[in-house]
């Protein structure tokens, strides 16, 4: 079976996903490319090759019958009406994150593709970096013991990577600045490897380094995980350089009651329980933040997932206790309390 994409959105993260499409040899067809900036969809229709449909118009991919699925790379505010429409034209969906502006448009995303029966995938990639699998597994079998806190931390400066007036800049077009739009890949994860997050207390603020930007670009997180343990995040989009020695410049550090696990200079791990890592920090031989190699994996799985029928492992349902968790993040930095997360 060759399954048809229909792409929605072809700047940054479009680019990002093709090589998962072109490794997929006739699994896969991309059958149109959609971009309201038309020129854009048609550079991309030619970097591709072949018989592509190229339009300005979302609404003509998800009404295209020779269209099976969707990938969709839009701005934020887009996701909510988009995937409602694909859903409702029996499409399969690959939307990149985040997945909603809230969670009340996160749950009737989910309900409308439970409704179609088909497969409703988020773009979560850093659960496909080829090194988290590893990692999930050496915690799972207890290498650090109990995982008793972790730390995330990302530094990017929004204005010296995006122009003047870009979308990701405006509060009403993304639902959130740094945190809704970058922390949420960390904090996403660390739900991959600890569990769920039982509450939150947060802070933010607007720098004033990004000009015209209404979202906040500095955050400060503490969560709590229903397993006990705790977590910190400290995300900025204000950052002049990045001070992280880590090949992502997004630092995270696990610590556990038999040892620890961080990504510092490449992946390492201390534990007391395994003899080869029980005399220092020790190389754990794994890749390191090699994003290209996610995407292709990502697209491989929602490629899976659409043929066998199984849920994916980064679903719209799973991902909305994400969104649930960037959702009480914004509460409790807006009233200035600790919030529970709500469970889904």
């Not at 067809?29 to 229709?45: F, G, K, P, S, Y």
């Not at 300005?56 to 996701?79: G, K």
């Amino acid at each position: 079976m060759t399954i048809r994409v229909g792409l929605i959105g072809c700047g940054l993260m479009a680019r990002a996903h093709l090589p998962g499409y072109q490794t997929t040899g006739e699994r896969v067809e991309i059958v149109m490319c959609c971009d309201n900036n038309e020129q854009l969809a048609q550079t991309h229709a030619q970097n591709i090759g072949g018989d592509i449909v190229v339009t300005s118009d979302w609404e003509q991919v998800i009404a295209n019958p020779n269209v099976d699925a969707v990938d969709i790379c839009s701005p934020h505010f887009l996701h909510a009406p988009m995937v409602l429409a694909a859903a409702k034209a029996g499409k399969h969906i690959l939307l990149e994150k985040p997945m909603a502006m809230n969670l009340t448009e996160g749950q009737q995303m989910v309900d409308a593709a439970n409704a179609a029966g088909k497969v409703f995938m988020v773009a979560q990639n850093q659960r496909y970096l080829p090194e988290h699998q590893p990692i999930k597994d050496w915690l799972d079998q207890g290498a650090i013991g109990r995982v008793i806190a972790a730390r995330i931390d990302g530094n990017q400066f929004l204005s010296r990577a995006y122009p003047k007036g870009h979308w990701l800049f405006s509060k009403a077009l993304t639902g959130g600045g740094v945190i809704r739009t970058t922390a949420i890949h960390k904090i996403d994860l660390l739900r991959y490897f600890l569990g769920e997050v039982k509450r939150v207390t947060a802070f933010y603020s607007t720098s004033g380094l990004n000009p015209e930007m209404d979202n906040e670009d500095v955050a400060t997180i503490a969560m709590e995980f229903e397993n006990g343990a705790l977590g910190e995040a400290f995300f900025t989009f204000a950052s002049y350089q990045n001070p992280i020695p880590t090949a992502s410049h997004e630092l995270v550090i696990l610590y556990g009651s038999k040892g620890m696990i961080n990504n510092i200079n490449g992946w390492n791990m201390y534990s007391t329980e395994l003899e080869a890592y029980s005399s220092a920090m020790t190389p754990m031989g794994l890749p390191n933040a090699d994003y290209t190699q996610s995407f292709v994996r990502e697209v491989g799985h929602f490629l899976d997932c659409i043929e066998t029928g199984q849920e994916p492992l980064t679903s719209g349902r799973d991902n909305l206790n994400t969104i649930a968790v960037i959702d009480a993040i914004y509460q409790a930095a807006e009233t200035g309390k600790a919030t529970t997360v709500q469970r889904i």
